[in-house]
């Protein structure tokens, strides 16, 4: 990467155009007998980075490239800046993709990849240069343009096809899962350049991926999704501390479930011999519940007496140990301690579990 | 500060180590080249000693009774007269027909490649593997019953009688398509599975319509693929034989030098045609190795974009 | 703010009436399908008229099947035809006693080893079969002169022997060698054959035994699909066989029935090519099969 940072007048286009809305609505698709979308509406702001996260097979990639055109819905409609563009064909739409891997054409030098777009607009070859040129040193790659695709590593490949994504200035940037195929380190790096270039630039911009952590650290909002359809779609500190579905709270980060019991009062519920107050409202009163808890939040002593919870084993993560402990109904949960605070708690240590003073998410006992 | 590499070997116990794993790769080398001896020492007998004994039989003389000599007599007989017009018609016929079929090929394995029957990529497929490799006798004689002097189009539609002729180098010609497509349609459907669906779809990402796709991207990545085929379908063709003896004979009636190798081959030219023949052949393997020259590379080179 | 029981599953809208999903595009279709049909006419349109002759080619006699039920009594046709089933056996089996070690040894072994298998299985594509029928004619020819007082007559008269020549065995099994070692290489290109390997070693067979319980066992579409290539290219070798002056199958079919006006060895020949063609097809569409069920992930 470039040391020089690209400055202001390179990096932002100089007719500032006004960032673009994008709008599913109400769109289906079956493949077959299996359907990958059963119903998405969704509304992406103006500028905002909104990753699309879920499990194989909830549907984001149909949804994106239904917003690419390489996929027509069998109902609902697709809005870009208020305007219905599910008919047009993918080629004259308006959305740069970056696609997963292979999508550089093998025949062409880096800056002749970049500049593909600019030649099918019929560009002059000079101004098609100097701006295949420009998008390369945005992406930190300028002395490359003569590589071809064989000679670059996977993550300059990825850079390549952002910039080549760039080109024709789009409304919209669509990313489906460009840093699934490349190393760890190199996927860090360019999580953040993606990042850095998308506020600079202020480009509307659509994240499909499976990992958590991706969307977490990058995006404005994140769209959790599952066979389908939208669990939630919120930032990621709201989908982290208040998560809307079960499945939420156990696909973003990890959640223990302990078992409780709701009362007379709705509001409020018994867990672990202690009363907490329900975060949110309850439809039914009398039932047995799991209380939903993050590992951080699981305050351990060590005991004294015996029996009781007991940790039964120990995982080592660096700054932070997560314990495994087993509550006397016999069931298990997490509890995440700073690696200091672990240290006096060894596995076979007997330990008290409380939860801290604070509303709880519940859920019906599953 | 010197570092040390605990895992290289030092002093007395690491050069003996480092002798034992040279001797068990060497083994494991030399087990190799056993299990491939059998199949050198095949090739050098069966294939070895004709060719050697086709080159030197190119360079010798022949009359019974008398000792043979060194000669390129028979060489620059193969390059002159009737023997010289069919050596230029079976390169004419061969580039001709393989220019067409590598066309028509392609044509041919786009639809099939992109249509929705499974059935029919396995029909065409195996069909081809046959059509390309069993022999051109039983569409030798297909077409005599089709477009031969009594064939049932020729009687139908009057050729004849329009100046067709199946026995020429023109229908001949129309005859070795139907080997040379199936052909074609066997190497490219490869290259064409090969092409990726990325590509066409960020080729659409960036504005290009179907034939820019094609003739930006698609013709481009897959012309080394068809370089190639085209010069696989002139060797097989130049090389061609069964179908053309089937349909004319062998001997002069149509100038292919393939015929006449046979015909001097069979003796009933002068004693020394034989050796004659074996120039030719001799003529035949330069050109082959040529087509082989120009060949390789091509294959390499799509090997490499289309993997 | 809802506690994660009350949340409702998304609300589904009620489905607006579904547009055509399939965008049909109609042009690329057209040509398509023209290009088929085209295609099919060329191709299948000689076979129909070559069967039509066979049936209906005397008009005294009209339509008539007789051309194939005397395929059971005309002259020469069992004995070349067995002949040349005799020597696609031998062929197939030579080319896999050649093969079969080479490609295992090519796949396990150095890129240089791989370099010089490739070339000789390049070298009978670089000498067109006439040429090596000039070669072999005449160190025949040689041989006639030179051999009968050596003791090595008797076998040279052997290998030319009409009922098993020996030395059409070994032209064909050159000849095969370029395709069927591309097919037996491509099929081991499907297998992770060091991995398995290793796996079978770890678990106490030997090196031989491995080779044999693990990988042949998974080597058998390809030397199916390379043994049919090889019977199709014995059964239509004509080139070698005429000139040396043989009668296996195809050579009957252009010389062998010279009483006939053609009939018979027109059926002949097309139900030959139907014969491969079906079976080519058989084993064509079961190996995809059996490659997609091998792909499904469990569920």
Known sequence: MSNAAPTVATAVPSDTEKSASV?????????????????LDLTVQPGELLALLGPSGCGKTTALRMLAGFETPDSGEVLLDGEDITGVPAHRRDAGMVFQSYSLFPHLNARDNVAFGLRMRRVGTAERRARADELLELVGLPQYGDRYPHQLSGGQQQRIALARALALRPRVLLLDEPLSALDAKVRMNLREEIRRLQQELQITTLFVTHDQEEALSMADRVAVMRDGRLEQCATPSELY????????????????????????????????????PVDGTLSAADTDVDVLVRPENVLLEIRTSGG????????FLGAVTRLTVQLQDGSTIKADLSTHDAAGLPAGSSVTVRLPERPVLVDTRS | MSTIDPLAPTGAAGADRSRRRLRSSLRKAAAGRVAVLPLLLFVAVAFGLPAVAMAYGSFTTYAPGQPSHYTTGNLSASLSGGYLTALLGSVKLSAIAALIATVLGLLLAQAVVTSRFEVLRHAVLSASGVLANFGGVPLAFAFIATLGNNGLLTQHLHLTAAGWNLYDLTGLGLVYLYFLIPLMVLTVIPALDGLRKQWREAAQNNGA??????????????????????????????AAYATAAAMVGAGGAVPLITLQIAASLNGNVDANATNVALAMSLDMVVISVLVMAVYLPLQRRSARWLV | MASVSALNSPTTAAPKASRSSRRSGGRPRFGRTAVLVIAALYFIGPLVCSFLFTVDSDPAKGFTFSAYS????????????????????????????????????VRLGSPRLRSVVEFVCMLPLVVPSIALTAGINILL????????????????????????PVILLLAYVVMALPLAFRTLDSGMRAIDVRTL???????????????????????????????????ALVLGEFTVSSILGYTPFAVWIVNGNAADDGTVTTAVSLISLMLTWAALLVMSVSGGRRKAASNKPAT
């Open chain 3, 141 to 164: 020819r040689w041989g006639t002169e030179y051999l009968p007082p050596t003791p090595f007559w008797v076998t040279f008269v052997d290998m030319q022997n009409g009922s098993f």
């Open chain 1, 308 to 315: 009781g919870p007991v940790v039964t084993s120990t995982s």
């Open chain 1, 241 to 276: 501390a208040r998560p809307a579905t079960a499945f939420v709270a156990e696909f973003v980060g990890t959640m223990n479930r302990i078992a409780g019991h709701v009362g007379s009062d709705p509001a409020v519920v018994e867990v672990l011999g202690q009363r907490l």
């Open chain 2, 209 to 238: 319509g179907l034939w820019q796709y094609w003739r930006y991207v698609a013709l481009p990545v897959l012309t080394p693929s068809l370089l190639g085929g085209f010069v696989l379908l002139f060797g097989s063709a130049f």
């Open chain 3, 70 to 105: 005397q395929i059971f009594s005309v002259a020469g046709l069992w004995p070349a035809l067995q002949l040349s089933l005799l020597l696609a056996a031998a062929t197939i089996l030579v080319v896999f006693l050649l093969l079969i070690p080479t490609v295992i040894a």
């Open chain 3, 197 to 231: 390997l290793e796996a079978a070693q770890n678990n106490g067979a030997g090196r031989a035994r491995a080779i044999v319980t693990v990988i042949l066992p998974n080597l058998r579409g390809a030397m199916l699909n390379a043994g049919m290539l090889t019977l």
């Open chain 1, 23 to 39: 709008e599913f609505r109400g769109l289906r698709r079956s493949f077959g007998s299996a359907t990958a979308l059963a119903g």
